[in-house]
């Protein structure tokens, strides 16, 4: 009997270390897979048509990734982000391993916006940029109303709100960005440095309003020029807001999804070294990589100029361009 129970304990050993082994392999694996990251662009203000493939080519240098970015495009196929209703290209998201995403009230038919909602449910990692904060409207649709604030709200963080005013758009620097207070450590402001942004801040908490869920805010803006200061309201909206942060999203899959959210996003801040290492280390951090974040952060020393059109509505973007496979 006694043999009998050392040799189940030895065996049990045994299973144990295989199965540590098992593990142990499979995480070696799953970090030396090639990752595919999928660039979703779909808002007409700040040129992410532009500043995505730039992000998506650094992305596939630094991480050796597989890169697709889907575009808004006309009915010949040309981009045009001025198109709500339509997003070509976003059946890439059913391999993809980590979803960017850039867009801006979109009306998107169900087929396509089932493409998006079902990435996000499967526990999968997300970034999210700027207005993504407002990504759906849908006006006329009374049962798909929860997609235009509650939806962005509990997966990204917080819904479209308000923000301190369109000054000097593209001229002059309008927001001051800092590190938040307990922040200095965290991998994604590696190489990070105090700067100047063009992007006007977004109110995203304080007052009546709070960033949801587990959200932790690691980078604060505070803005140098605002209405709402003009208006005699900055009881309601600071001029100190966030404008970073991480969280999570647990979706259907029960699987908990990192995310990494940014208001930043103006053309000319990514024309800036240090807005694209907040970026690429946020990219980094939600592939579960923040261990092969450099110290002075990922390497965005670009290939070729990035020179975007401004910031605006209308016909401001660069015409006559159709989608190309990222080289």
């Not at 009997?1 to 593990?23: P, R, V």
């Not at 694996?29 to 595919?36: N, Q, R, T």
């Not at 997003?87 to 998107?108: H, K, P, Q, S």
């Not at 208001?263 to 980094?284: C, F």
């Amino acid at each position: 009997m006694k043999l009998k129970y050392i040799a189940l304990l030895f065996l049990s050993i045994l299973t144990a270390c295989g199965e540590k082994g098992k593990e142990k392999k499979e995480t070696v694996l799953e970090e030396a897979k090639v990752p595919h990251i999928v660039f979703v662009t779909g808002e007409e203000e700040y040129r992410s048509e532009e500043s995505f493939p730039m992000l998506a080519k650094l992305a596939k240098r630094e991480l050796g990734a597989k890169v697709t970015v889907v575009y808004s495009v006309d009915s010949l196929g040309y981009i045009d982000p001025n198109r709500t209703d339509h997003i070509a290209g976003l059946e890439a998201l059913e391999t993809a391993d980590l979803m960017v995403v850039f867009m801006r009230f979109r009306n998107l038919p169900k087929n396509e916006r089932d493409y998006i909602t079902n990435y996000v449910e499967s526990g999968k990692p997300m970034v999210g940029f700027r207005t993504t904060s407002h990504a759906f409207k849908y006006d006329n649709d009374s049962t798909l109303v929860e997609y235009n604030n509650a939806w962005p709200a509990k997966v990204f963080g917080q819904q479209w709100i308000t923000h301190h005013g369109h000054f000097d758009d593209g001229k002059y620097p309008v927001t001051n960005i800092s590190i938040k207070k307990g922040q200095t450590e965290n991998p994604i402001l590696n190489g990070f440095s105090e700067f100047e942004a063009y992007s006007w801040l977004y109110h995203v908490d304080g007052g009546d309003w709070k960033l949801q869920g587990d959200s932790e805010p690691i980078l604060m803006g505070h803005s140098t020029k605002s209405q709402h200061e003009i208006n005699g309201k900055l009881d309601e909206f600071s001029l100190d807001n966030p404008v970073a942060w991480t969280k999570s999203y647990t979706g259907t899959s029960g699987k908990k999804a990192r995310v990494f959210f940014t208001t930043l996003g103006h053309p000319y801040d990514l024309k800036l070294p240090v807005t694209r290492k907040i970026a690429m280390n946020g990219i980094y951090w939600a592939l579960g990589k923040e261990n092969s974040i450099p110290e002075d952060g990922v390497n965005v020393t670009l290939d070729e100029p990035f020179l975007p059109n401004n910031s605006g509505f209308g016909q401001k973007f660069k015409k006559n361009r159709k989608p190309e496979p990222i080289q």
